[in-house]
């Protein structure tokens, strides 16, 4: 079991503006919160948000180089996937590989891929016996 995932951000308003309504959607709720930092949790897992200090904010973060890739949630269903691909199109942000969704992952991996602030992938899969 994960205990706790910490991210370093470029920028934590950003960041908290969206994590916050995506996290919640997903059923995390706030944990901690501080003047250079925000968590949430759901269950006994937790995702914690830290703001970058100035000195290592030239080299921007991206999921090619060594280090993490993305971030991958459990959809409660399909139907919650689809939710989150209509909000994120409303707000203005892009679905990567949108010429496939939602079998960007393949024919039974039902996932819907986008990026945060800091170009950070996330992904949200629905439940495998909903697939294929």
């Not at 030239?58 to 691909?85: I, M, T, W």
């Not at 024919?107 to 909903?130: C, G, M, S, W």
Request: glycine share 6%; with cysteine.
């Amino acid at each position: 079991m994960l205990h706790h995932l910490e991210i370093y951000v470029s920028n934590l308003k950003k960041s908290t503006e969206f994590w916050e309504w995506f996290l919640t959607k997903l059923g995390y709720h706030q944990f901690q919160k501080w003047d250079q930092g925000i968590s949430w949790k759901y269950q006994s897992t937790y995702l914690v948000f830290v703001q970058a200090k100035e000195e290592f904010l030239s080299a921007p973060y991206h999921r090619c180089r060594v280090g993490l890739n993305h971030l991958a949630f459990q959809a409660q269903s399909r139907k919650q996937v689809d939710e989150l691909a209509l909000e994120i199109k409303e707000r203005g942000m892009t679905i990567l590989y949108s010429e496939r969704y939602p079998y960007a992952g393949g024919q039974n991996h039902y996932a819907l891929y986008f990026e945060d602030p800091d170009r950070i992938k996330v992904e949200v899969v629905a439940p495998t016996e909903e697939a294929g």
